[in-house]
């Protein structure tokens, strides 16, 4: 995380799609700089989307069970943390300071695109990096926007936003999703980012704009942490288990998209239990790394190095599942033996890049605008 120095600018927290660093070496909660929590939370999700992108998913078994345990809430936790980087990037202007538009601009434009192309590999996975670019360009009028505001908006999309997916989407296949390429034109592309895609930005702007607010909140302080870890706790818990008496009482929601799936909380199902308990999910994990921060930054500065790197990272590991893995896995141990292949790989490479380099390979490019300025 960064703070506001003396200049006015703020420093950047470090996020591949939201800030970027500028050398400044992870720390734990005293003092300012950059927060080790926050890398470690990036790392986590991270690690959780190799292993839903990896595959095979929804295979029996407890293991089976314990290996689909990231699937929709590493993306949302993703998601929120580009929603913390956004609001401590932008934190000066609250302030009165100048809005770094240009650099959100060229950072939205640069994600969007190159997701568009990256989903035309050979991954067989779904590139969340376009929606970073549209939810971009979108938060733009917010970020000077009350919390409160905000904060309002955040809660409309968690209840709204999927009842207007619902009625855009009624009557398709629940497990037919479309995921838009370079190739595809401007109405689709917007149609897929919008409503068609595994992450539809009508329902998941919500864990964006929670992110935004508590980016505005101080991150530092131990209670807030404490508070983070039991409120995210009890949510993901609680949602979870009102889906489960509501279809106990209601069944389960067929295969095609209708009203009857506002009862689900399974991953991606768009719904707003599902979105609860996934965000709560990612507010425990998120202060679970802020309260545990010191120890990580000591004992794991490979998995810190590794969050400072997740752009680097998150488009590397779907390059090699297009070069090295695809087609498979067939088995979940072929899958788990990859992922951990993959993990390691990358925690070792990140650990040995930010040793002798201040900036990742492709967060350079995210800072072109700043560096030049």
């Given at each position: 995380?960064?703070?506001?120095?003396?200049?006015?600018?703020?420093?950047?927290?470090?996020?591949?799609?939201?800030?970027?660093?500028?050398?400044?070496?992870?720390?734990?909660?005293?003092?300012?700089?950059?927060?080790?929590?926050?890398?470690?939370?990036?790392?986590?999700?991270?690690?959780?989307?190799?292993?839903?992108?990896?595959?095979?998913?929804?295979?029996?078994?407890?293991?089976?069970?314990?290996?689909?345990?990231?699937?929709?809430?590493?993306?949302?936790?993703?998601?929120?943390?580009?929603?913390?980087?956004?609001?401590?990037?932008?934190?000066?202007?609250?302030?009165?300071?100048?809005?770094p538009w240009g650099t959100i601009v060229w950072r939205a434009v640069l994600?969007?695109?190159g997701g568009l192309a990256l989903q035309m590999a050979g991954h067989e996975a779904s590139v969340i990096l376009p929606l970073y670019g549209v939810l971009f360009l979108v938060c733009l009028p917010l970020l000077k926007a009350p919390?409160?505001?905000?904060?309002?908006?955040?809660?409309?999309?968690?209840?709204?936003?999927?009842l207007i997916w619902l009625s855009v989407r009624a009557g398709a296949d629940a497990f037919r999703v479309k995921e838009p390429t370079l190739l595809d034109s401007p109405a689709v592309i917007l149609d897929d980012i919008l409503f068609s895609g595994s992450y539809p930005a009508v329902v998941w702007a919500a864990p964006f704009l929670l992110g935004m607010v508590l980016g505005r909140l101080n991150l530092r302080d131990p209670a807030l942490r404490r508070r983070l870890v039991g409120g995210g706790a009890a949510a993901a818990v609680g949602a979870f288990v009102v889906s489960h008496l509501l279809i106990l009482v209601f069944g389960e929601p067929g295969q095609t998209i209708g009203w009857d799936r506002l009862v689900s909380a399974t991953a991606h199902s768009q719904m707003p239990l599902w979105l609860i308990s996934s965000m709560g999910a990612a507010v425990f994990v998120l202060g679970l790394s802020l309260l545990t921060e010191d120890v990580l930054a000591?004992?794991?500065?490979?998995?810190?190095?590794?969050?400072?790197?997740?752009?680097?990272?998150?488009?590397?590991?779907?390059?090699?599942?297009?070069?090295?893995?695809?087609?498979?896995?067939?088995?979940?141990?072929?899958?788990v033996l990859v992922s951990v292949l993959l993990i390691g790989v990358s925690i070792v490479f990140a650990w040995l890049w930010t040793r002798r380099f201040r900036t990742g390979p492709l967060e350079t490019l995210l800072r072109l605008p700043s560096r030049r300025s």
């Open positions: 995380m960064g703070s506001v120095p003396p200049s006015g600018h703020p420093v950047d927290d470090g996020h591949p799609h939201v800030g970027g660093s500028r050398g400044e070496q992870p720390r734990g909660g005293g003092g300012g700089g950059r927060m080790a929590g926050l890398d470690a939370a990036r790392a986590l999700a991270i690690i959780g989307m190799i292993m839903v992108n990896v595959g095979p998913r929804g295979e029996e078994g407890m293991v089976g069970t314990l290996y689909d345990v990231p699937l929709g809430r590493s993306s949302v936790l993703f998601m929120l943390l580009a929603g913390v980087g956004m609001s401590i990037m932008t934190r000066s202007s609250l302030a009165g300071g100048r809005l994600l969007l695109v919390t409160w505001l905000v904060a309002g908006l955040g809660t409309a999309a968690t209840v709204v936003g999927p000591r004992r794991l500065p490979a998995l810190v190095a590794m969050g400072r790197l997740s752009l680097t990272v998150y488009v590397g590991h779907l390059l090699a599942l297009a070069a090295f893995v695809r087609p498979g896995p067939d088995s979940l141990a072929a899958g």
